[in-house]
């Protein structure tokens, strides 16, 4: 049973940089396309990043394009999310998803379409 652990959230100011990580555990990390999600409070979990199976394809959502880099190092069996010129509305408890795929080039942005989640970690940016 493939299991997720996130870490590197924290409080900090608008305009500062977090890295986000995500430990596999119970599988390997080059098996699975791998997302970047998030839930800020009373709203719906919905998707900032994800890289697809085997990595030839990386996307955003608009609203962190250009702030926001996906990276998965196979070697360290983690995925990371480097957020950059953090905003307030970048707020949000951020989720790592991993799902098994045999399609390099198909890509998941919505959670419904992941098989396995972490706990989240909080993510606060103070204006």
């Known amino acids: 049973q493939v299991q997720l652990a996130e870490s590197g959230g924290g409080l900090v100011q608008a305009g500062d940089s977090l890295r986000l990580s995500c430990a596999v555990s119970?599988?390997?990390?080059?098996?699975?396309?791998m997302g970047w999600f998030r839930q800020g409070p009373g709203k719906e979990r919905d998707f900032v990043a994800l890289?697809?199976?085997?990595?030839?394809?990386?996307e955003y959502r608009d609203s962190v394009k250009g702030r926001f880099t996906i990276s998965r190092d196979d070697a360290e069996n983690a995925l990371y999310l480097q957020m950059n010129t953090l905003k307030p509305e970048d707020t949000a408890n951020y989720y790592c998803?991993?799902?098994?795929?045999?399609?390099?080039?198909?890509?998941?942005?919505?959670?419904?379409?992941?098989?396995?989640w972490g706990q989240g970690t909080q993510v606060t940016v103070s204006s």
């Open positions: 998803a991993a799902r098994t795929t045999s399609n390099s080039y198909y890509t998941y942005r919505d959670q419904s379409e992941y098989h396995y």
């Open positions: 119970g599988g390997t990390i080059g098996n699975y396309a």
């Open positions: 890289v697809s199976w085997r990595g030839p394809i990386i």
